[in-house]
Structure formats: structure tokens, C-alpha cells
């Protein structure tokens, strides 16, 4: 069966008429004709019914019609994996994130895409959201790890993970224990060092203010690891979210907020672009979808 002559079948009964069809699919009436009448002699059957108020498929019709549907929908597929193949024996993919993201979000998605794409050149890069967003704009990046959500409607963003921020406590100096459960009242008790980085530091103290309190700011540091060790050796109390902080020394005390917070971690595209398979392959493993859901492991 020629999926050709079902395509003009489908295309006669979306437009009503051999006439129009023709003119969408840019070719001759003749031609859409002759289609009808092969496959109408393939099957036995009369498949349109033909009149002064246009073509419209018979019951028999409308039948095959449904499965003809399934047939292209089908075809579809099959030329949507061939060509994504095609795509995918070489290409590159940038992607830019955050330090945190980069350090331990990155490193097994990137060895499971080498495994299964090793033509694929993956380049990541480190920066701050605010620069990351500009580099997606200015298409240096195609992918850009970023904390949902955005005020802007130009990405195209999806959650890909998420991550408490932490209270960093150092070990008593009398070891007294530290309950598991804090109140706001035994966080005012601290000097807190504070991640001089604006977008986190402004999520914790809203968060904060919400419930009539706010930290006693010892110290303003810029390095996440700096605050962790700074933490260690007794300075003062911190708030992190859990990656930027990682590796926790042992000596270091971590419990959750009275209310717990999180950061929303996503990938970002930029919207109406049509991206190169290797950046949809990239997409569909941070996603699981695609060519890394569930039932495709294991298959290619």
C-alpha cells in the first residue's frame, strides 16, 4: 500500500474537496485523483463519496481512514528516528551551569551521553545564572542549567532537580546536641555567614522574613566552599543549599530550616529555535524522555 495515496486521502477529508487538497499539497488535481482511484481499486471499496458540496469519506472510509492515521503517524516516527540518528553521529552541545549544578549534576549525565553518543562533543562551561542567560540569548550556550523559576517568557525551561538549602551548624563548643528539629528562636542565637550571591542569599532572607526574623550577619563571603570551611573552624552558622555546600566536613552540623526551602534546578532552552539532535538527545537524558525514558535503556 502506497502511504503517499493515504496521505492524500487524509488531506481530501481535512479539506473537504480534491480541489484544495491539491492546492496544499502542490500537486495537480489529477494527480490527488488518480491517488484515490489506485487506492480505492487496491482495496475494492469506494472510499469518498464526490459532490457539489465536496469530497467526504464513506463509512468504509472513515474506517480505513482511521488506520491510515495510525500507518503515517507511524511513518512519522520511524523518520523522526532516522533522521535524529543521522543527527546524532557527531555534533556538539555547550551547556552552561552554575557551579553546584556543574560539580555534581553534570558528571554522571555527561559519562551515560559519552557512553551511548561518543561522537558528540559536549563542552561545559561555569558561570552566574545572570551570564548564563545572556549567553543562551546570544546562542554561545545551547543549553543553560538555571533556578527556576524565571520571570522571563523567552526560555524554554524544564525541572531537572532539586535542592534544599541546609543550615550549616559548627559543633558546640561544650557539645551540647543540637536538636534535629530547629526553631526560628535557636537560629537567632547564631551569627550566620552569609553567601554574598544574590540570588540565593535573597530566596533565604525572604524565606526568613516571612516568619518575622532575620540572621545576625557575621561575615559576607562569595566562595561556597570558603563559608563551608569557615563554618568548620567555629566562625559562625551558614545557609546553603545542599550541592553548594558538598563535601560537608564531619565536624559540621547539618539540619534543615524550621521550614523547609528548596532551590528548583532546570534546563533552559531558547524558546521557537529549532535546536540540533544532539541538544534534544541532552534534553531528553536530564529529562528522562525520549531516547533515555525508562522503556528505551538499554536499547541502540
Not at 72 to 94: F, M, P, S, T, Y
Not at 98 to 111: I, Q
Not at 150 to 175: G, H, K, N, Y
Request: aromatic residues 6%; hydrophobic residues 45%.
Amino acid at each position: 500500500m502506497n502511504l503517499e495515496h493515504l496521505r492524500i486521502l487524509r488531506t481530501i477529508v481535512a479539506c473537504g474537496s480534491f480541489s484544495t487538497a491539491a492546492l496544499k499539497l502542490d500537486i495537480s488535481q489529477s494527480a490527488v485523483s488518480r491517488a484515490v482511484a489506485a487506492l480505492e481499486a487496491e482495496l475494492g471499496v469506494s472510499l469518498l463519496t464526490r459532490g457539489r458540496f465536496g469530497a467526504h469519506p464513506t463509512r468504509v472510509g472513515e474506517r480505513v481512514l482511521h488506520h491510515a492515521e495510525t500507518m503515517l503517524e507511524l511513518r512519522e516516527r520511524i523518520d523522526h528516528e532516522v533522521n535524529l540518528a543521522k543527527g546524532l553521529q557527531g555534533g556538539r552541545v555547550r551547556i552552561a551551569s552554575f557551579r553546584s549544578a556543574a560539580t555534581h549534576l553534570l558528571p554522571p549525565l555527561l559519562a551515560q551521553f559519552r557512553q551511548r553518543f561518543p561522537d558528540i562533543e559536549v563542552a561545559i562551561t561555569e558561570d552566574e545564572p545572570v551570564e548564563i542567560e545572556q549567553a543562551l540569548r546570544e546562542g554561545r550556550v545551547d543549553i543553560g542549567l538555571i533556578a527556576l523559576p524565571r520571570a522571563s517568557d523567552e526560555f524554554d525551561t524544564w525541572e531537572i532537580a532539586r535542592d534544599e538549602f541546609v543550615v550549616l551548624l559548627p559543633a558546640s563548643p561544650i557539645l551540647q546536641p543540637i536538636p534535629t528539629q530547629l526553631t526560628w528562636d535557636m537560629l537567632a542565637n547564631y551569627s550566620f555567614i552569609l553567601y554574598n550571591y544574590a540570588e540565593c542569599t535573597v530566596v533565604v532572607l525572604n524565606h526568613w522574613a516571612q516568619w518575622g526574623q532575620s540572621p545576625q550577619v557575621a561575615y559576607e563571603i562569595k566562595e561556597d566552599s570558603t563559608i563551608v570551611s569557615m563554618v568548620a573552624q567555629g566562625l559562625g552558622a551558614a545557609i546553603l543549599p545542599r550541592l553548594a555546600a558538598l563535601p560537608i566536613p564531619n565536624e559540621i552540623q547539618v539540619r534543615s530550616l524550621p521550614v523547609p526551602l528548596e532551590r528548583i534546578i532546570g534546563a533552559a532552552i531558547v524558546s521557537n529555535i529549532l535546536q540540533p539532535p544532539a541538544v534534544f538527545a541532552f534534553l531528553d537524558l536530564m529529562r528522562g524522555t525520549g531516547l533515555f525514558a525508562p522503556n528505551q535503556k538499554g536499547n541502540g
